[in-house]
């Protein structure tokens, strides 16, 4: 509402932006008389150094975009399992032949909120928890957060990783024990990474 970007057409205007932001970033001047968008003559004026666009996109219109625009993808969701996540991955990979592109030149990236705990005494703690504070059963909270211990999260993780999985972008649950947050993004950083690359 700040920027009067309603909702509606957001992906048409994304269709119309895309290519405009493109031409921009490569240095071009733009000219362009679009039904969202009018540039006149527009420059950065500036040297721009190469920048990788990231486009977040889960469905045809969205994949046919990305594979024509960008250098990485965003599957879109969080906490997917590995077969709806190869579905959409399958689906972008379709769309990148069509654009003469391998899917395996981009960088492919995945959410995933999770909360990484040293042993599974505290695992089971910290998901008891997460559903009590969110009026959950400690099922729901698997779903929706990956609690365990690091082992148990890169089994997790590793699935992803082989599928294609380049980046993760971990959301790290503060609750419970906020002040417990910064171990576990430790944890992530030293005991679960390497499990997930090796």
Not at 47 to 62: L, Y
Not at 149 to 165: K, M
Not at 181 to 194: G, I, N, Q, S, T
Request: net charge neutral.
């Amino acid at each position: 509402n700040a920027f009067d970007l309603p909702f509606e057409r957001r992906i048409g205007r994304f269709k119309e932006y895309i290519p405009i932001l493109s031409a921009l970033l490569n240095g071009e001047t733009v000219s362009v008389e679009g039904r969202h968008f009018t540039l006149r003559e527009a420059t950065l004026r500036t040297a721009v150094p190469k920048v990788p666009v990231w486009i977040a996109s889960g469905g045809e219109q969205m994949h046919a975009l990305t594979a024509k625009y960008a250098s990485g993808w965003n599957a879109a969701g969080g906490n997917a399992s590995p077969e709806a996540f190869k579905a959409k991955y399958d689906g972008l990979a379709a769309a990148c032949r069509a654009a003469g592109r391998d899917v395996k030149e981009l960088e492919v990236c995945l959410l995933v909120f999770l909360a990484p705990e040293p042993d599974s005494a505290t695992a089971r703690r910290t998901l008891e928890g997460l559903a009590a504070r969110n009026k959950l059963t400690p099922e729901e909270i698997q779903a929706r957060t990956w609690v365990g211990t690091p082992d148990e999260i890169a089994a997790r993780l590793r699935p992803f990783a082989e599928l294609g999985v380049t980046h993760f972008i971990c959301a790290t649950s503060l609750a419970p024990d906020p002040e417990r947050y910064l171990e576990r993004v430790e944890l992530l950083a030293r005991e679960v990474f390497p499990r997930v690359r090796g």
